[in-house]
Nanobody, 117 residues
Framework: QVQLVESGGGLVQAGGSLRLSCAMS????????MSWFRQAPGEEREFVAR????????VYNDLVKGRFTISKDTAKGTVYLQMNSLKPEDTAVYYC??????????WGQGTQVTVSS
């Protein structure tokens, strides 16, 4: 089992920055990839960014490319999402996602990000 706990959400003005953290615990030795997703009210959950446990490759949703940066500290078992130049349309609940080898997925409980105009 893997447990994920997000933190770092909050209220910020447009143009501001936030840094989300996802603390991972449990069975991490066969982790494959970690991602951030978000879900706005009335919308479907959408992919934001992904990185892989064994290398530093990353991939981003075009909507956040150039503004958001995903990173990780494998020693600490933590994944981060640095969000700069935030826009009101970035307002959502942000979820951490982890995929283990064998395609077993885990989700955190989510953290609210609200960007005011």
């Amino acid at each position: 089992q893997v447990q994920l706990v997000e933190s770092g959400g909050g209220l910020v003005q447009a143009g501001g920055s936030l840094r989300l953290s996802c603390a991972m615990s449990g069975r991490l030795f066969d982790m494959y990839a970690m991602s951030w997703f978000r879900q706005a009210p009335g919308e479907e959950r959408e992919f934001v960014a992904r990185t892989w446990w064994s290398n530093d490759d990353t991939v981003y949703n075009d909507l956040v490319k150039g503004r958001f940066t995903i990173s990780k500290d494998t020693a600490k078992g933590t994944v981060y999402l640095q969000m700069n130049s935030l826009k009101p349309e970035d307002t959502a609940v942000y979820y951490c996602n982890a995929i283990r080898l064998g395609a077993v997925e885990y989700w955190g409980q989510g953290t609210q990000v609200t960007v005011s105009s």
